[in-house]
């Protein structure tokens, strides 16, 4: 009799051990690898660095499928190691595609920066060589056209500034490069006819 | 060694069997200590009569886990079972391992724990599976879409896929909070399907959008390359509107985004961009072809003038002059045929009739030399004023009024030349027709008071070849 009483206290015990034991759902990591995935999302890793960040969508969904193939387990036999492990991965990867949108967009900016700042100074010269251009009787009638081209330019250049200040730098760098280049053709324009002027004014003489 | 862990392990041999077999209270039970490679041993309860009838799973178990020995019922068993038993009572195991005698506790423990186990591994046999092979399948298919740049070409398909997945787990988890036998995954599996489905058809239709898109881009850039060099060419030095050239030149700026966006294989943006370049290149490009079409309206009127011009130079063996504003070029004829050719300069808005004064338009009309004004007489050289306005012009200019085309308060204008001091490379005149000095003295020469003088738009089609007016650095004339 006294041996049932034991095995029933060491079956009790035993029972009570095993679910304690069980291993609980890594709801923590879960949620750490999401928040590094909506912070991913903010510094516009889809946009910047879009390749690390479709791996770090799937790397989530493939850890969260496993969470839940754990969870289908009996509570005894579940394991969240292999889960725990890709959340990690997870994680990691998010806040590496995060410093990689970063450091992409701060170099698209810096581009971006720079082509306005070269598309203005080209504009300035632009401007300075119009007065040089040659011009007859009527002064600007001849230079309205370009005028009129350059106008257009600094609008590209303000509306290049206006995405760099709202933060799309890949629209402000394409906006600062084409009105860079536009502006360039002009200016060449400008210097072949003040070349030609030259030339005829040395004929002149 | 942990239970959990223990029983994972060697959970599905013992359920198989346990299923198999039955237990009655009177039966005798016994204890299998198992010894496998690399593990430490373990300890299964089985009922004896029981192996025999499933010595086959047991043995496929024992060869999987490469086991070295087992103890059965209370002799120790080679795992191998082609072997020869060797074999020694399990007391006496017990006896020369712990130097105890086996414990009447231990069986007792085994009655307690095996009718537990037994319904576990039934539950666990008989519960719902979930569809892992569905989930596994949909995430490859996400991978693959997003891979794809689904997001950029097929982002309603890529959005529903993903809202599908997002579903099914949730639609999992919820049933992975049931207890075991009141499961059922089928709203999941439905789920994790459709997410597939949905993924692999964005995957689809993002290769193809892309495809298309990469193509439309290229083939949109070129042709609004060409006609943005065929806008340059023809119409690019006329003096068109200034605001159809910004519109053009806005045009310009976007069709260079859209390459920009084109190299750096956004396609999706490329298209957009050269879509809003169309509109505006080909805006200003068939404003101008309009007005330009207008204007050439006049083209047989004009032909005519300059061939009875040089009709009657022909008839009275006399000089005659045509003025081609668009060829910039006046031609003097003697005879009828043409005795010298001179480059010209006109008035910044010299396309296009002359309306009112000021306009710095050249008329268009047939003319007469009315005074010949020598050095010193003339602002600019020498000049031949004409005897514009005449009366067609007269009564031209009266109907703009009457039509509201210029103000009432506007007046006709005159004192239109042929001057000197041209060769500038620019339109600069108010309307005159400048030459080069040394051309104006051979023009001067040639010319007389009443010599007829032709002014026209042009003398050639717009197609054929025609539009080559001034530039600002435009050749030399």
Request: hydrophobic residues 40%; proline residues 3%.
């Amino acid at each position: 009799m006294k041996a049932k009483q034991v095995v029933a206290i060491l079956a009790i015990v035993l029972a009570m051990s095993m679910m304690i034991g069980c291993a609980k759902a890594p709801q923590q990591d879960v949620d750490a690898a999401k928040a590094a995935l909506d912070a991913a999302k903010a510094a516009e890793a889809d946009r910047y660095v879009p390749a690390q960040y479709n791996a770090v969508k799937d790397s989530i969904d493939a850890a969260l499928a496993e969470v839940e193939r754990q969870n289908s387990k009996f509570a005894l036999f579940r394991s969240y190691g292999k889960a725990q492990k890709k959340l990690q991965e997870a994680l990691t990867a998010a806040n590496a595609a995060k410093d990689a949108a970063a450091t992409e967009k701060e170099k698209v900016r810096a581009e971006a920066q720079d082509l306005i700042t070269k598309a203005q100074a080209a504009v300035e010269e632009s401007k300075k060589l119009m007065k040089k251009a040659p011009r007859g009787k009527e002064g600007r009638a001849a230079l309205e056209a370009i005028q009129s081209d350059l106008t257009m330019v600094e609008t590209s250049i303000t509306e290049a500034n206006t995405a760099l200040t709202n933060g799309d730098m890949l629209t402000a760098r394409d906006k600062a490069k084409a009105a860079f280049e536009k502006v360039n053709a002009i200016n060449q324009e400008l210097q072949d006819a003040i070349a030609k002027k030259a030339g005829l004014s040395k004929r002149a003489k | 060694m942990q239970c959990g862990t223990f029983l994972a392990d060697r959970g599905f041999s013992l359920s198989v069997c346990t299923v198999a077999g039955f237990v009655r209270r009177n039966q005798t039970l016994r204890l299998y200590l198992i010894q496998t490679k690399n593990q430490e041993p373990g300890i299964l309860f089985w009922p004896f009569n029981c192996f025999r009838s499933h010595g086959f799973c047991m043995q496929k178990y024992f060869a999987r886990t490469k086991s070295k020995w087992i103890l059965v019922g209370n002799r120790i068993v080679a795992t191998n079972f082609n072997q020869s038993i060797k074999s020694i009572k399990l007391r006496e195991l017990w006896t020369k391992l712990s130097g105890t005698n086996l414990p009447q506790w231990l069986l007792w423990l085994n009655v307690a724990i095996f009718p537990m186990l037994l319904i576990l591994f039934l539950v666990l046999e008989i519960a719902p599976k979930p569809p892992i092979v569905k989930f596994e399948q949909a995430l490859k298919a996400l991978s693959q879409a997003r891979n794809a740049e689904s997001r950029v070409y097929a982002g309603e398909l890529l959005k529903a896929a993903e809202l599908c997945w997002d579903k099914a787990l949730k639609a999992w988890r919820k049933e992975n909070q049931k207890f075991l036998l009141s499961r059922d995954y089928r709203v999941a599996q439905y789920l994790a399907e459709s997410s597939t489905k949905l993924a692999l058809e964005s995957s689809s239709k993002s290769k193809t959008s892309k495809e298309s898109s990469k193509q439309i881009a290229s083939a949109q850039i070129s042709i609004l390359k060409r006609q943005v060099e065929e806008f340059k060419s023809q119409y690019y030095h006329l003096p068109v509107d200034n605001l159809l050239r910004k519109e053009f030149a806005r045009g310009e700026l976007k069709l260079k985004e859209s390459e920009f966006a084109y190299i750096r294989k956004d396609y999706k943006q490329a298209v957009a961009k050269s879509k809003e370049a169309a509109f505006f290149i080909e805006k200003a490009g068939a404003s101008v072809t309009e007005s330009m079409n207008d204007y050439f309206d006049n083209l047989p009127k004009w032909q005519r003038w300059a061939k009875e011009t040089i009709a009657w130079s022909a008839a009275t063996d006399s000089v005659a002059i045509v003025v081609d504003k668009m060829a910039h070029v006046c031609q003097v004829y003697q005879g009828g045929k043409v005795i010298a050719q001179y480059s010209i300069e006109l008035g910044p808005q010299w396309l296009g009739p002359k309306l009112q004064r000021g306009d710095k338009a050249t008329p268009e009309g047939q003319y007469r030399i009315k005074k010949k004004k020598g050095a010193g007489q003339s602002k600019y050289y020498k000049a031949l004023e004409i005897d514009y306005p005449n009366g067609a012009d007269l009564a031209k200019f009266r109907l703009a009024k009457q039509n509201g085309d210029v103000p009432s308060s506007a007046q006709i204008g005159g004192l239109i030349e042929i001057h000197g001091d041209g060769g500038k490379g620019a339109n600069w005149t108010s309307g005159c027709v400048a030459l080069k000095n040394e051309e104006m003295d051979e023009m001067f020469d040639l010319a007389s008071v009443g010599t007829p003088i032709t002014i026209v738009g042009s003398l050639k089609a717009l197609s054929n070849g025609n539009g080559n007016g001034s530039s600002l650095a435009k050749s030399d004339k």
